[in-house]
């Protein structure tokens, strides 16, 4: 007797936990939010200079959901590219944790970082950082050759993934050769090249004309609606305005309620 009423106990806490991970949609009926891609839990970051510590991230806590094309704004020397970095490993944390797609990257020992990078981070940044020796073709090839990825494959999915980008007519000018806007296009399409969990990127539309933002944002949209997720730093409000959910952080502050 005792027994099933603990059973139809721990049958209702697992309903109301369902519940609770459920939405409802418009219509009312239930529908189960995407999986947790990334999962940041009190993760913070001091420097120090000279002697004076600067804590450039203070207990950050946040969820992102597969598929969701979160902007992260604040001013400058707010915490943003600190943030970026540590999710993306390229910057130890002072405490704290981060579950990336079920690994807890702050555990992660150094030499398997750079596997991880490939494998689940795709990187976009301000300044595009192509090589500037290898055209579009070679730059979006070259992000899967130490993935164990035959040649073939790689030179099919790069110029799938430029296509894609609307660049099937630049697969061979160099960096040099394209917009600021195209190169920013290729850096998308190398990003995405492993196929990864995350995008991270670093003001990406800083450096371009409105018409070029906006259509690296229609990308990020497409891409997201696609199932990618996306985190993007900016500055810009037209930028956040078309992401699915924006954060602001301030003072190496930052919180989600999810
Ligand atoms: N390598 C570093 N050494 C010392 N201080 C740093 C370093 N990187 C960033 N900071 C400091 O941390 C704070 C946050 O920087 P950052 O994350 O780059 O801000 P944002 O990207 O929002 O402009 C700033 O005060 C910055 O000066
Ligand atoms: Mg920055």
């Not at 049958?11 to 109301?16: A, L, M, P, V």
């Not at 004076?52 to 020397?77: D, F, N, Q, W, Y």
């Not at 579950?99 to 940044?125: M, N, Q, Y």
Request: some cysteine.
């Amino acid at each position: 007797m005792r027994e099933e009423k603990k059973k139809n106990k721990e049958g209702k806490e697992r309903e109301e936990g369902k519940e609770r991970e459920e939405g409802a949609n418009k219509n009312g009926a239930k529908k189960e939010k995407p999986e947790i891609i990334l999962r940041v839990e009190n993760l913070s970051r001091t420097y120090i200079r000279g002697k004076i510590p600067v804590h450039a991230l203070r207990c950050a806590c946040l969820t992102v959901r597969k598929g969701e094309l979160l902007a992260i704004m604040g001013p400058s020397g707010s915490g943003k590219s600190t943030l970026l970095a540590l999710i993306g490993t390229l910057e130890t944390a002072s405490g704290g944790k981060a579950f990336l797609d079920g690994t807890d990257l702050t555990t992660v020992p150094e030499k398997l970082l750079p596997r991880l990078r490939r494998e689940k981070i795709g990187f976009i940044f301000q300044h595009y950082n192509l090589i500037p020796t290898l055209t579009a073709l070679e730059n979006v090839e070259l992000a899967m050759r130490f993935s164990g990825v035959p040649k073939k494959e790689r030179v099919q999915r790069a110029k799938a993934l430029l296509e894609e980008l609307r660049l099937e007519d630049r697969l061979h000018h160099k960096p040099t050769e394209l917009s600021g806007g195209e190169q920013q296009r290729v850096s998308i399409a190398r990003a995405l090249a492993n196929r990864p969990a995350l995008i991270l990127a670093d003001e990406p539309t800083g450096e371009v004309d409105t018409k070029t933002r906006d259509s690296i944002v229609r990308v990020f949209r497409e891409l997201s609606e696609k199932g990618q997720t996306i985190i993007v730093v900016t500055h810009d409000p037209a930028v956040a305005k078309e992401c699915s959910r924006v954060l602001q952080i301030v003072d190496g502050m930052i919180s989600d309620e999810d």
